[in-house]
């Protein structure tokens, strides 16, 4: 029997280069139309956008807990990679909130440098100062370490 593939940490924006692959992200829910199996998730202040269908964990999730501007962390697969005009879309088969995320934090703990506003939680871990850094990293590493 063939192991399941661990996901791939990525972040948002190195996400459309992974086509077919198990991958993990966090991503800014910026439209959610309770009707439709699709979320649309941004990291800013890019203007990329990532849609995540989250047919397949719907049922797990709270009433509620999708709201425009909340942060949330999705592991799940990649399409095959978009024609032209076309987008990427991550089927989930894991998705839970972030919470108060430190967003630049976090991108600098994943490898990259990412700035910028506009949802809720974003700047969290900037407004803490200095204390205790070490211990927050510890922490978000062993998080980035559960779903390797």
């Known amino acids: 029997m063939a192991a399941t593939p661990a996901s791939r940490l990525l972040l948002l924006h190195q ?3 992974h086509p077919n692959t198990k991958v993990r992200f966090l991503g800014c829910i910026t439209t959610h139309d309770p009707t439709s199996p699709l ?3 941004t990291h800013p202040p890019s203007r990329l956008a990532i849609h995540v269908d989250i047919s397949l964990v719907a ?3 709270a009433l509620g807990s999708l709201r425009d501007g ?3 962390n999705v592991v799940g697969y990649t399409s095959a990679a978009p024609a032209a005009g076309e ?3 991550v089927t989930a088969i894991v998705l839970w909130g972030a919470g108060a995320v ?3 934090e976090y991108a ?3 490898g990259g440098l990412v700035g910028g506003g506009g949802c809720r939680g974003e700047g969290e871990g900037e407004k803490r ?3 205790g850094r070490e211990g927050r990293e510890l922490g978000l590493l062993g998080v980035i370490g559960v779903f390797g």
Do not use: D, K, Q
Request: glycine share 12%; aromatic share 4%.
């Open 15 to 17: 996400v459309p280069s």
């Open 39 to 41: 979320l649309t998730l």
């Open 59 to 61: 049922a797990t999730l």
């Open 70 to 72: 909340e942060w949330v």
């Open 87 to 89: 987008e990427m879309v």
């Open 102 to 104: 430190g967003v630049g």
């Open 108 to 110: 600098r703990v994943v």
């Open 129 to 131: 100062g200095r204390e």
